[in-house]
């Protein structure tokens, strides 16, 4: 063979090589939403969302806003269809086997973990999840105790595709803490992380078939998962840090002014809200003499009154006042979570991370035992909260007040107050 | 096996490039030496060197029958003074009044005593007079718009310059269009490309050098420098390529271009080309040497380097903060016109998981139904934009619009409604033909064009990985080019930092005080003014 035509072989095969990989986009099943359920026998049932192209509204289809799958697709803008086998990989491998097209799964962002799933352990889906290399580490994974496809079947609307509006509701909930990023990336570090306790979003279908976030479910090795709810989740926030743009309400807090301690008792019952602009979280551990492990855990938080429940001025005396009451509001809540993870030897607060950061000689020691240390643990909770001013302070009463006596304004840098102020 | 053999690889491919050169130069040699050898030249030369005869009416009959049949040659016999005066000159390269004027009129009144040339060249009041003792000087004289007097037994001619040739007067910038900034064009006659060099560079240092090229057209090929800026070893080695040129005619300075240019191969331009005469002169600062051809309303600049392409002579009309964004633009754009396609193609046909997920839904729904994979459809929609294009150019100016009106909108809307192509591949083509046009050299833009179907079936046989793989082999060959001895790339590879003032940005006129040191000068100093002070309140 002479030489050119060896060098035009070698180029065609190279331009060869391609079409193995070659794939056509409309001959694609794009996979946004996996629901995986255990059986009551054992087996893993797997319902994946697909999407209608033609039908979806982004693409210009007909299905509008109405979304919500069914078995027989028609013009809806995504459609669900359902394996059952031995293991979660064998599931998906089924869909070859039921549907034309390639099962696309690059850009799935939802997966659905039933209760039973999760209380047998889903460390075999982590492990399938991130090594499958078809997964993206971004997908949002979510636990419901009913049924993971009647979950992918509700309303989203004005969402079209179901998967992307349960994504939302939750990413909504995470621009204001960060204990509800649920993304594969961050489950599978706290699942690697000492405390092992990984934070899945916990979704159910309301009676209108719409989904609704209703907190976070804790999976702690080799026990059953704990559901906190919303309540309970405000006290993880604090404990977790840190938290953005979160409301507060609480009772109007009475001054100490006797004169308009009356008054003010009258009007007791009215409402207080505080928007905290932002919070930080540090944890301190600290090894006691006697072997019982201490956390100091202190919370500093800049707020501002969106609401005062009552008319009185909004003074100097007032802000500490609603300084003090956020406070103890705060402190009460993260108390109240704290107590019920010791109770349930959960450590959904992560505590164990930075007990190994501080001492990680003393770790090594106690992980073996580590729910039981976090449950003798002695947690000291404290939390500083600075009430500022909006800056929009156009006729109201701080107008009146001197200079001097105005609290700091809202501003970078500016959490506490000036010492020696009030 | 033995059919591929990595040892001798390296060697092998040496010897296939060497056998295609060596080929070609063979080839060219040997109709060169044809050519030399042939009998035309040869002829050619004899009759050039022939000394004019004794008499006149031989003179005349001589002219006739070398020139016949011309109908536009002219020839006049006068009696003055006792002897036979022929007057020969083409019609339509003379400007008869300055005829009449400047030679009918003095011979009329002309004496006995102005009976030979000598006496009769006191006489006459044309501009320019030389003299012509060969047929071959007669000719040139003559296709060069003078009129020819010959004396009667004196064997030698005068050649007078009335000459008027036909051609259009200065006009607007078609092809390099800016909104501010001068706005003359550059003509097909080289006196008056050199006049509006002139207007701009008003001393003696700039030089002209006029070669002759063409063995039939005699066509005035100039090469331009600035004496004391131009590098002389730059000047010289233009000047060496003109002078081995062998060729019948010169009809455009592309056709010099072509023999002069480094790497004839390459799909890049290594010489730059504008009709702007005030481009030329700031490049003649620069230290850059231009070649002009008579008939040709384009200057040739070399050295080149690639980012002379991506600069808009309005880039130095604006200001220079403005500048940066549009040739960033500009930038960008060159990189979008080639690889556009080609990034939809492989990220639609092998890594769909790059793309948004709203936007793999709005694509997938648009590919549903289309019978074409996305690389032919990509291949069919940018074939059919050129074919556009390029009825556009070749149609008259109102009905090349009308063209792509109607090919962009009606065949593009109809073929969306057939289902031959979907909407996306349309805005693609579509964008990558607005990133090509706001290149503002117009060979980087035929270099896009033709690149762009590479990388595209490049990204539909590999994907990614192939568009990787002809960007590498892109940048190597682009690194590998020189013009007339300047890196290609320069002053990005190999990098010079004091170059970098005129590339991606264009630094205010008080910092560039230097000329490119890539040219390398003999005078590196180009303006010595210090920066704007800041005004002074009045006290």
């Given at each position: 063979?002479?030489?050119?035509?060896?060098?035009?072989?070698?180029?065609?095969?190279?331009?060869?090589a391609?079409?193995?990989?070659?794939?056509?986009v409309?001959?694609?099943?794009?996979?946004?939403?996996?629901?995986?359920?255990?059986?009551?026998?054992?087996?893993?049932?797997?319902?994946?969302e697909?999407?209608?192209?033609?039908?979806?509204?982004?693409?210009?289809?007909?299905?509008?806003?109405?979304?919500?799958?069914?078995q027989?697709?028609?013009?809806?803008?995504?459609?669900?269809?359902?394996?059952t086998?031995?293991?979660?990989?064998?599931?998906?491998?089924?869909?070859d086997?039921?549907?034309p097209?390639?099962?696309y799964?690059?850009?799935?962002?939802?997966?659905?973990?039933n209760?039973?799933?999760a209380e047998?352990?889903?460390?075999?889906?982590f492990?399938y999840?991130e090594?499958?290399?078809?997964?993206?580490?971004?997908?949002m994974?979510?636990?419901t105790?009913?049924?993971?496809?009647?979950?992918?079947?509700s309303?989203?609307?004005?969402?079209?595709l179901?998967?992307?509006?349960?994504?939302?509701?939750?990413?909504?909930a995470?621009?204001?803490?960060?204990v509800f990023r649920?993304?594969?990336?961050?489950?599978?570090?706290?699942?690697?992380?000492?405390?092992r306790?990984?934070l899945?979003?916990?979704?159910e279908?309301?009676?209108?078939?719409?989904p609704?976030?209703?907190?976070?479910?804790?999976?702690p090795?080799?026990?059953?998962?704990?559901?906190l709810?919303?309540?309970?989740?405000?006290?993880?926030?604090?404990?977790?840090?840190?938290?953005?743009?979160?409301l507060?309400t609480?009772?109007?807090?009475?001054?100490?002014?006797?004169?308009?301690?009356?008054?003010?008792?009258a009007?007791?019952e009215?409402?207080?809200?505080?928007?905290?602009?932002?919070?930080?979280?540090?944890?301190?551990?600290?090894?006691?003499?006697?072997?019982?492990?201490?956390?100091?855990?202190?919370?500093?938080?800049?707020?501002?009154?969106e609401?005062?429940?009552?008319?009185?001025?909004?003074?100097?005396?007032m802000?500490?006042t609603?300084s003090?009451?956020?406070a103890?509001?705060?402190?009460r809540?993260?108390?109240?979570?704290m107590?019920?993870?010791?109770?349930?030897?959960?450590?959904?607060?992560?505590?164990?991370?930075?007990?190994?950061?501080q001492?990680?000689?003393v770790?090594?020691?106690w992980?073996a035992?580590w729910?039981?240390?976090?449950?003798?643990?002695q947690?000291?909770?404290?939390?500083d909260?600075?009430v500022?001013?909006?800056?929009?302070?156009?006729?109201?009463?701080e107008?009146?007040?001197?200079?001097?006596?105005k609290?700091?304004?809202?501003?970078?840098g500016?959490?506490?107050?000036?010492?020696g102020?009030? | 096996m033995?059919?591929f053999?990595?040892?001798?690889?390296?060697?092998r491919r040496?010897?296939?490039?060497?056998?295609?050169?060596?080929?070609?130069?063979?080839l060219?040699?040997?109709?060169y030496r044809t050519a030399?050898?042939g009998?035309?030249?040869?002829?050619a030369?004899?009759?050039?060197?022939?000394?004019?005869?004794r008499?006149?009416?031989?003179?005349?009959?001589?002219?006739s029958?070398?020139?016949q049949p011309?109908?536009?040659?002219?020839?006049?016999?006068?009696?003055i003074?006792?002897?036979?005066i022929?007057?020969?000159?083409?019609?339509?390269?003379t400007d008869?009044?300055?005829?009449?004027?400047?030679?009918?009129?003095p011979l009329?009144?002309?004496?006995?005593?102005?009976?030979?040339?000598?006496?009769?060249?006191?006489?006459l009041?044309?501009?320019?007079i030389?003299?012509?003792?060969?047929?071959?000087?007669c000719?040139?004289a003559?296709?060069?718009?003078?009129?020819?007097?010959?004396?009667?037994?004196?064997?030698?001619?005068?050649?007078?310059?009335v000459n008027r040739?036909?051609?259009r007067?200065?006009?607007?910038a078609?092809?390099e269009?800016?909104?501010?900034?001068?706005q003359?064009?550059?003509?097909?006659?080289?006196?008056?490309n050199?006049?509006?060099?002139?207007?701009?560079?008003r001393?003696?240092r700039l030089?002209?050098?006029?070669?002759?090229?063409?063995?039939?057209?005699?066509?005035?090929v100039?090469?331009?420098?600035i004496?004391?800026v131009?590098?002389?070893?730059?000047?010289?080695?233009?000047?060496?390529r003109?002078q081995?040129?062998?060729?019948?005619i010169?009809t455009?300075?592309n056709?010099?271009?072509?023999?002069?240019?480094?790497?004839?191969f390459t799909?890049?331009?290594?010489?730059?080309?504008?009709?702007?005469?005030?481009?030329?002169?700031?490049?003649l600062?620069?230290?850059?040497?231009?070649?002009?051809?008579?008939?040709?309303?384009t200057?040739l600049?070399?050295p080149?380097t690639?980012?002379?392409?991506l600069?808009?002579?309005?880039?130095y009309?604006?200001?220079?903060?403005?500048?940066?964004?549009?040739?960033?633009i500009?930038?960008?754009m060159?990189?979008?016109?080639?690889?556009?396609?080609a990034?939809?193609?492989?990220?639609?046909?092998?890594?769909?998981?790059?793309?948004?997920?709203?936007?793999?839904?709005?694509?997938?729904?648009?590919?549903?139904g289309?019978?074409?994979?996305?690389?032919?459809?990509?291949?069919?929609?940018m074939f059919?934009?050129?074919?556009?294009?390029e009825a556009?150019?070749?149609?008259?100016?109102?009905?090349?619009?009308?063209v792509?009106?109607?090919?962009?909108?009606i065949?593009?809307?109809?073929?969306v409604?057939?289902?031959?192509?979907?909407?996306g591949?349309?805005?693609v083509?579509?964008?990558?033909?607005?990133?090509?046009f706001?290149l503002p050299g117009?060979?980087l833009?035929?270099?896009?064009r033709?690149?762009?179907f590479?990388?595209?079936?490049l990204?539909?046989?590999l994907g990614?990985y192939?568009?990787i793989?002809g960007?590498?082999?892109?940048l190597?060959h682009?690194?590998?080019?020189?013009?007339?001895?300047?890196p290609y790339?320069?002053?990005?590879a190999?990098f010079?930092?004091?170059?970098?003032?005129?590339?991606?940005?264009?630094?205010?006129?008080?910092?560039m005080?230097?000329?490119?040191?890539?040219y390398?000068?003999?005078?590196?100093?180009?303006?010595?003014?210090?920066?704007?002070?800041?005004?002074?309140?009045?006290?």
């Open positions: 063979m002479r030489p050119r035509w060896r060098w035009g072989l070698l180029g065609l095969m190279l331009m060869l391609g079409c193995a990989d070659y794939t056509e409309n001959d694609l099943n794009i996979v946004i939403g996996l629901g995986v359920d255990e059986t009551a026998q054992g087996q893993v049932h797997v319902t994946a697909i999407v209608n192209p033609t039908s979806s509204p982004s693409a210009g289809g007909a299905a509008g806003g109405n979304s919500g799958g069914n027989s697709g028609g013009s809806q803008a995504f459609l669900l269809r359902q394996t086998a031995p293991t979660l990989e064998d599931a998906i491998a089924a869909f086997q039921n549907l097209h390639r099962l799964l690059s850009h799935n962002t939802l997966v659905v973990f209760h039973r799933c047998s352990g889903i460390d075999r889906a492990d999840l090594r499958y290399r078809a997964f993206r580490r971004n997908q994974m979510v636990i105790q009913g049924s993971s496809a009647r979950l992918l079947q309303r989203t609307d004005p969402e079209p179901n998967a992307f509006g349960i994504r939302e509701l939750v990413e909504q995470a621009q204001k803490s960060a649920t993304e594969q990336l961050y489950v599978v570090k706290q699942h690697l992380s000492p405390a306790t990984p899945l979003a916990w979704m279908v309301d009676a209108e078939n719409r609704v976030l209703r907190g976070l479910a804790a999976l090795p080799g026990r059953p998962p704990l559901y709810p919303m309540a309970t989740v405000r006290g993880l926030m604090w404990l977790s840090g840190p938290t953005y743009n979160t507060l609480m009772p109007t807090p009475v001054g100490k002014d006797k004169a308009k301690n009356n008054a003010a008792r009007q007791a009215t409402i207080t809200a505080l928007r905290l602009l932002s919070t930080q979280t540090d944890i301190r551990a600290e090894v006691l003499r006697d072997g019982r492990l201490r956390f100091t855990i202190s919370l500093h938080g800049t707020a501002e009154v609401r005062l429940g009552d008319s009185q001025p909004l003074d100097a005396k802000y500490v609603l003090q009451a956020g103890r509001q705060i402190e809540e993260m108390r109240q979570t107590a019920l993870l010791q109770a349930r030897h959960t450590d959904a607060a992560q505590l164990a991370t930075a007990f190994y950061r001492h990680p000689a770790w090594r020691r992980q035992a729910p039981e240390v976090f449950a003798r643990a947690v000291i909770i404290h939390a909260l600075a500022v001013r909006s800056g929009l302070t156009i006729h109201t009463e107008l009146w007040q001197k200079e001097g006596q609290p700091p304004r809202a501003a970078r500016t959490a506490a107050p000036p010492p102020l009030f | 033995r059919w053999s990595f040892r001798s690889r390296r060697n040496t010897a296939s490039f060497d056998a295609v050169w060596s080929g070609l130069r063979n060219h040699q040997a109709r030399r050898a009998t035309a030249p040869a002829q030369e004899a009759w050039q060197e022939a000394p004019l005869p008499r006149s009416r031989a003179f005349h009959q001589a002219l029958e070398l020139w011309s109908h536009d040659l002219r020839l006049r016999t006068l009696h003074g006792g002897r036979d022929v007057v020969a000159w083409l019609n339509g390269l008869n009044e300055r005829l009449q004027a400047g030679v009918f009129d009329t009144h002309a004496d006995a005593y102005a009976s030979s040339p000598e006496a009769l060249a006191q006489r009041t044309a501009t320019s030389t003299y012509a003792r060969t047929m071959g000087e000719s040139t003559l296709v060069g718009g003078r009129a020819v007097v010959y004396v009667d037994r004196s064997g030698m001619a005068l050649c007078l310059d040739p036909p051609g007067s200065v006009d607007r078609e092809n269009p800016t909104v501010q900034g001068p003359e064009a550059m003509v097909e006659s080289l006196d008056l050199v006049a509006l060099l002139r207007k701009r560079l001393t003696p030089k002209v050098e006029t070669h002759e090229l063409g063995t039939y057209s005699r066509t005035q100039a090469i331009l420098y004496e004391g131009a590098k002389p070893a730059l000047v010289e080695e233009v000047r060496q003109l081995r040129i062998r060729t019948d010169i455009d300075i056709h010099v271009r072509e023999h002069i240019t480094d790497a004839p799909l890049f331009p290594t010489t730059e080309e504008t009709e702007r005469p005030e481009r030329v002169a700031g490049n600062m620069q230290g850059r040497v231009a070649v002009i051809a008579d008939g040709s309303p200057a600049l070399v080149v690639f980012f002379n392409f600069l808009s002579p309005e880039d009309y604006t200001q220079f903060t403005l500048a940066l964004p549009l040739r960033l500009r930038h960008t060159f990189w979008a016109a080639i690889l556009l396609p990034l939809y193609v492989a990220v639609l046909s092998y890594n769909q998981d790059l793309i948004p997920t709203p936007l793999l839904i709005s694509v997938a729904a648009q590919h549903a289309i019978p074409f994979p996305t690389v032919a459809e990509a291949l069919i929609m059919s934009f050129e074919a556009l294009r556009g150019t070749r149609l008259p100016r109102a009905v090349g619009q009308s792509s009106i109607v090919g962009t909108l065949i593009g809307d109809a073929a409604r057939a289902g031959l192509v979907s909407p591949m349309i805005i083509i579509a964008a990558t033909g607005v990133a090509s706001t117009l060979g833009v035929q270099t896009t033709l690149l762009q590479t990388f595209v079936l990204a539909g046989f990614l192939g568009i793989l960007l590498m082999f892109l190597g682009l690194v590998s080019i020189r013009s007339f001895g300047v790339t320069s002053p990005i190999p010079i930092w004091q170059d970098m003032k005129d590339v991606i940005i264009r630094a205010p006129w008080w910092v005080r230097e000329r490119p040191r890539q390398e000068t003999l005078d590196p100093v180009r303006s010595p003014s210090p920066p704007p002070a800041k005004t002074k309140e009045p006290r």
